[in-house]
């Protein structure tokens, strides 16, 4: 099962997942699915089950599924425990992900690409602003891992890298076949005799800034959010920023900031501060 935890603050973003071997376990900080999230399509493939505390998508070869937050947030910390595809899940995707909407959208991904033979997955993360990406940072995951950062992103539009601050975004997530490309390049294509493949969702949590357009404050009155809202000013420590490096230096498998052949008339500008880990 992976956990994660993606936290937006004015100045930087952090990504975080934690893996478990467990089963999804039920906890009480967990809010409805039915009040917060909304099956998008898949026509009944994706379903809100055990009084809105379980949430699945389905893939067949007919088609996959989807879903997105009612809400729209602008900064926060958002949880959720997520149930890969277990076993061969070579040629699914199973995307997690923030983004607003338009050509000039900012994004924040976690792709999951499965593999044949049900060993931990490869997470694919970006950075969208302003409707460019090619921020591409991949990780073989481990067991290992367990809440530690694994990527931080801080803002650099000091020296005219864009930073996603400024547009509210839902949270999405889906399930689709893309054996075109995800396991080892597309060599190896999805096995539909073990269809249909399934991805579980449990303990959902925003502890975030919903945005209202209805209100002069750019996110409106927030009665909801913690009391102290810590994430708001939330940095990485020294022993959270060692364990990071510690993470992609095991782990990474892919930093475009190292892809000389990818960017032969120089590497994006942040690539040369330290503001990229």
């Known amino acids: 099962m992976a956990s994660f935890t993606t936290t937006t603050t004015i100045g930087s973003f952090v990504f975080l997942v934690s893996l478990m071997a467990s089963a999804l376990e039920l906890t009480t900080a967990a809010t409805n699915f039915n009040q917060d999230i909304d099956i998008t399509w898949g026509d009944g493939r994706g379903k809100i089950l055990d009084d809105g505390q379980l949430l699945t998508l389905s893939l067949d070869k007919a088609s996959g599924s989807g879903f997105q937050s009612k809400n729209e947030y602008l900064f926060g910390k958002i949880d959720m425990q997520l149930k890969l595809v277990p076993g061969n899940s070579a040629g699914t ?12 959208h900012d994004e924040i991904d976690f792709e999951f690409l499965g593999n044949p ?20 940072q991949q990780f073989h995951l481990c067991f290992s891992v367990d809440d530690t950062p694994i990527r931080e992103f801080k803002n650099s539009e000091s020296i005219g890298v864009p930073f996603p601050m400024n547009q509210p975004m839902r949270i999405y997530s889906s399930l689709w076949n893309a054996d075109d490309w995800a396991t080892r390049g ?32 750019p996110c409106g009155s927030q ?55």
């Open 93 to 104: 995707v199973t995307a997690y992900y923030l983004s607003s909407q338009g050509p000039t």
């Open 117 to 136: 033979s049900g060993d931990p997955y490869t997470l694919h993360t970006n950075v969208f602003s302003q409707g460019k990406g090619n921020k591409e």
């Open 186 to 217: 597309g060599l190896v294509k999805t096995d539909w005799s073990h269809a249909p493949f399934t991805a579980s969702y449990r303990n959902f949590n925003a502890d975030a800034c919903i945005s209202s357009s209805s209100s002069s404050s």
């Open 223 to 277: 009665p909801s959010l913690s009391s102290n809202n810590a994430w708001f000013s939330q940095e990485l420590d020294s022993t959270a920023h060692e364990n990071m490096k510690s993470i992609q230096k095991n782990y990474m498998i892919y930093n475009y900031c190292t892809d000389t052949k990818r960017f032969p008339q120089g590497m994006p500008a942040e690539c040369a501060t330290t503001n990229l880990s």
